[in-house]
């Protein structure tokens, strides 16, 4: 089984800053593509930002600049650094794994439990 275990949300003020942590498990299992997702009451869960195995990535325009995500590949571990936060950033965060399971290249995606990230004015 393949688990996404999520942590490092909390509250805090504007500007200040978060370090959201995943971590990977499952035997045989490594990542393709790994990123963080947010998601508000009424709305779609959207993307935040990406990253491959090799290390590019991608982020959405709203968080440009301030967020930094990285990975450790020996760990199976991906990080999100959060800088400058403001209250639009408040949503629960889900990390995201993605893998192409041979030998069909099927897309497996698994998601983490969330964690919430308050930023009060």
């Known amino acids: 089984q393949v688990q996404l275990v999520e942590s490092g949300g909390g509250l805090v003020q504007t500007g200040g800053s978060l370090r959201l942590s995943c971590a990977a498990s499952?035997?045989?299992?490594?990542?393709?593509?790994m990123g963080w997702y947010r998601q508000t009451p009424g709305k779609q869960r959207d993307l935040v930002a990406t990253?491959?195995?090799?290390?590019?990535?991608r982020y959405a325009d709203s968080v440009k600049g301030r967020f930094t995500i990285s990975r450790d590949n020996t760990k199976k571990t991906v990080y999100l650094q959060m800088n400058n936060l403001k209250p639009e950033d408040t949503a629960v965060y889900y990390c995201?794994?993605?893998?192409?399971?041979?030998?069909?290249?099927?897309?497996?995606?698994?998601w983490g439990q969330g964690t919430q990230v308050t930023v009060s004015s």
């Open positions: 995201n794994a993605d893998h192409y399971s041979p030998p069909a290249f099927n897309l497996e995606r698994y």
């Open positions: 499952g035997r045989s299992f490594s990542p393709d593509v």
């Open positions: 990253i491959t195995s090799a290390g590019s990535t």
